[in-house]
């Protein structure tokens, strides 16, 4: 929930408020996750900790050009992730991505990449 709400948080100051929220969580039921995003080109793919299985994130792997590993500041690199969508008023048309994560280790909170769907 406190994920939830700063993603909500972090997509109002961004202009684009989320209207749907979804966990991530690999079809194993695990939930710890590594994230690698590409900021420039705007993706995101999380590796399953678990069974290793790829999440591939708003089907965004393909735009990917130089994906880079997250860590939270402690230096984790297993994360509970979500994901916030925006849509454009008149459709159910995503117009803007959220990718939020928590660290357990340090409880810290966070939106570690964001794109604008074209």
């Known amino acids: 929930m406190e994920l939830e ?3 909500q948080r972090y997509s109002k100051l961004n202009g684009y408020p989320i209207d749907v929220y979804e966990p991530v969580v690999c079809s194993c039921g695990c939930s ?21 299985s790829e999440i591939d994130i708003e089907n965004s792997k393909s735009y990917m050009e130089d994906p880079v590993q997250n860590l939270c500041r402690c230096d984790n690199d297993r994360l509970k992730l ?22 357990g280790k340090c409880n810290l909170f966070g939106v570690y990449v964001d794109w604008k769907e074209t």
Do not use: F, M, N, P
């Open 5 to 7: 709400k700063e993603i």
């Open 32 to 52: 710890e996750l590594q994230l690698y995003s590409d900021d420039d080109e705007g993706g995101a793919i999380a590796l399953c900790t678990e069974c290793g």
């Open 82 to 103: 979500g994901v916030g969508k925006s849509y454009y008023s008149d459709s159910r048309e995503v117009r803007w991505v959220y990718v939020g994560a928590h660290c």
